[in-house]
């Protein structure tokens, strides 16, 4: 068991790992050894059968940000008209200045599902998505701010083309990663453990201080 010092610091990056889409350095590159040190602690993640099969895909080269950025921005305007939302500041933010990110890491699966069937599909992405979360973590332990996206999923062939993957790969998220700067990132407003853990069957709720 960690100390107490020690276990607020993971609870707190745990808990902390919010999207950064603006308070980010651009102009500040991050050092190719900063984001291998990250993902040899994402790859301590759990990983099911295939072992191993993620792949991790660092763009640091303009060419391929900017034709990424057109990628994202096409994405998110037409899930935005989809569904007849407007495009939010934030989300603003990141796609304009996108192609200036300095990296973006694409989590990435050697090999297709199987079968079309749930327990296939959980055991898939539930092989390479625990990476993911544990990369955006060692990330924000480090400073560097990150968002989970996952909008360039849907576009497999445009973005496989780009990154000169071969057939029977897939792409899952993409973090586009800055140092932050001026970010401060805080617990998000979430319903407590008590309101969504049920005890043996579903639908049964306890209170904190009942046995
Ligand atoms: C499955 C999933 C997909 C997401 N895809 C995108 C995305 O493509 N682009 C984006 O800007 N944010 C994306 N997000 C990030 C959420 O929008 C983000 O979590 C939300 O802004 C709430 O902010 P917070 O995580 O800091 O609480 C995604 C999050 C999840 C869980």
Request: aromatic share 6%; proline share 6%.
């Amino acid at each position: 068991m960690l100390p107490d010092n020690e276990l607020d610091w993971v609870d707190e990056v745990l808990s902390t790992a919010r999207s950064v889409r603006r308070k980010l350095d651009f102009d500040r590159a991050i050092e190719r050894g900063v984001l291998l040190d990250c993902i040899d602690v994402a790859v301590q993640a759990p990983t099911g059968i295939p072992e191993e099969s993620w792949r991790f895909v660092v763009v640091d080269d303009l060419r391929q940000k900017k034709a990424i950025a057109e990628q994202y921005h096409e994405q998110l305007v037409n899930v935005l008209k989809s569904r007849d939302l407007p495009m939010k500041p934030t989300h603003k933010a990141l796609v304009d200045r996108l192609h200036e990110i300095p990296a973006m890491i694409f989590v990435c699966v050697d090999g297709e599902p199987n079968e079309d069937s749930i327990g296939s599909h959980v055991a898939y992405y539930g092989s390479v998505l625990p990476a993911a979360w544990s990369l955006m973590l060692a990330l924000r332990a480090r400073g560097i701010g990150a968002t989970w996206t996952t909008l360039l999923s849907a576009c497999q062939p445009q973005i496989r083309e780009i990154l000169g993957m071969p057939r029977g790969t897939i792409q899952t998220i993409m973090l586009p990663v800055g140092y932050t700067k001026g970010a401060v990132l805080k617990r998000a407003q979430r319903r407590p453990a008590e309101q969504v853990t049920f005890w043996n069957t579903w639908g049964t709720l306890k209170q904190r201080s009942l046995k």
